[in-house]
C-alpha cells in the first residue's frame, strides 16, 4: 500500500475515533470528495482539540492556537509543528500531533482554502479563550458559535464549488454550523454548568437557546434544497435530522438519541435518496 492511501486508510480510522456521528455522513461522499472533507475535518478537530482541553492552560491554549494559526498562513512546516507539539505530546491527542499529516492529505489545489478556515478558527479560538469563554450578548453568542462550527460551513461550501460547481449560500452554510453547535451545547448544558461554564447569553434560559437551534436549523433546512448533488445532499441531511430529533428527544427530557433512532434516520434517508 501506498504512503498516501495508508494515510488515508489512517484518516478514516481517526475520524471514526474522534467523531463517530460525523463519520456516518462523510461515508456517503465519493471516493476524492470523502478524502478532503475527512481530511479538512481533522484539521478543524486538531485545533479544537487544543482549545477544549482540560488539563491545558489558558495561557498555552492562545499561545498554541495563535501560532499554529500563523504556520497555516504560508507554507505548513511539519519539522516546525512537531517542536511546537513536544513538550505538549503527553497530553494532547493524536489527531492534534498528526495535524501536518492532514494537510499533506489535502489534494493541492484546495489545500489553501482549508488552511485558511482553520487558521481563522485558531485565531478566533484563542480570542474566546482570552475572554475566559465568557458570553454574554447574543452578538457574542453568534462569534463564537461562527469560529468553532460556523467556519465548518464556510469550508464545506469552498469544497463542494471545488468538487463539482456546486454552490450554496454562505450565510446559510453558516447557520448550518451554528445549528449544530447549538443543539451541543444544550446537550452539555448541565455538564458544562457543573464545571462552571456556560456558553448563554446572560440573562437567556434554556428555551431561549432552544429558540436560538431552531431559528439556525430552519436555515439549515435552507441551505439543503439549493444542492443537487445527492451524495453531498445526503451528507448534509444526516446530521441535521439527527440535530432536528436530538433536539425533540433533549426537550423531552431525554439526554440523546439512540444508537438505533440514529441507524433509523440514516436508512429513511438513504431511501428517499435513493443512496446505497
Known amino acids: 500500500m501506498s504512503k498516501v492511501a495508508n494515510l488515508q486508510k489512517e484518516s478514516m480510522v481517526m475520524l471514526k475515533e474522534t467523531s463517530r456521528t460525523f463519520f456516518i455522513p462523510i461515508s456517503f461522499l465519493e471516493p476524492t470528495l470523502k478524502k478532503t472533507v475527512a481530511s479538512a475535518y481533522l484539521c478543524m478537530r486538531a485545533i ?3 482549545e477544549d482541553h482540560p488539563e491545558l492552560e489558558p495561557e498555552a491554549k492562545q499561545s498554541l ?3 499554529i ?4 498562513k504560508s507554507e505548513f512546516n511539519t519539522a516546525e509543528y512537531t517542536g511546537l507539539m513536544q513538550p505538549y505530546e503527553h497530553i494532547l491527542p493524536p489527531v492534534t500531533q498528526r495535524l501536518g499529516d ?3 492529505l489535502c489534494p493541492e489545489d484546495i489545500v489553501g482554502k482549508v488552511k485558511d478556515s482553520t487558521s481563522i478558527m485558531a485565531e478566533g479560538m484563542a480570542k474566546w479563550v482570552e475572554k475566559d469563554w465568557v458570553i ?4 457574542d453568542l453568534d462569534d463564537y458559535t461562527y469560529y468553532v462550527a460556523g467556519l465548518v460551513g464556510v469550508m464545506l461550501n469552498d469544497l463542494w464549488k471545488w468538487h463539482d460547481g456546486t454552490e450554496t449560500d454562505p450565510e446559510l452554510a453558516i447557520a448550518f454550523g451554528r445549528g449544530l453547535q447549538a443543539v451541543n451545547m444544550l446537550r452539555n448544558y448541565d455538564e458544562d454548568l457543573e464545571r462552571g461554564v456556560l456558553f448563554v447569553p446572560e440573562g437567556w434560559t434554556r428555551d431561549d437557546m432552544f429558540n436560538y437551534a431552531n431559528e439556525n436549523l430552519a436555515k439549515a433546512d435552507e441551505y439543503v434544497k439549493s444542492i443537487k448533488n445527492k ?5 448534509c441531511k444526516v446530521p441535521l435530522a439527527l440535530a432536528h430529533r436530538t ?3 433533549l426537550k423531552s427530557g431525554r439526554e440523546k438519541i439512540s444508537r ?4 433509523g434516520i440514516v436508512d429513511q434517508l438513504k431511501r428517499e435518496e435513493k443512496i446505497t
Do not use: G, H
Open 247 to 249: 433536539l425533540k428527544a
Open 102 to 104: 492532514w494537510i499533506r
Open 69 to 72: 494559526s500563523q504556520m497555516l
Open 231 to 235: 451524495r453531498i445532499l445526503m451528507f
Open 48 to 50: 479544537d482539540e487544543i
Open 65 to 67: 492556537l495563535l501560532k
Open 136 to 139: 454574554q450578548t447574543r452578538e
Open 260 to 263: 438505533i433512532e440514529v441507524e
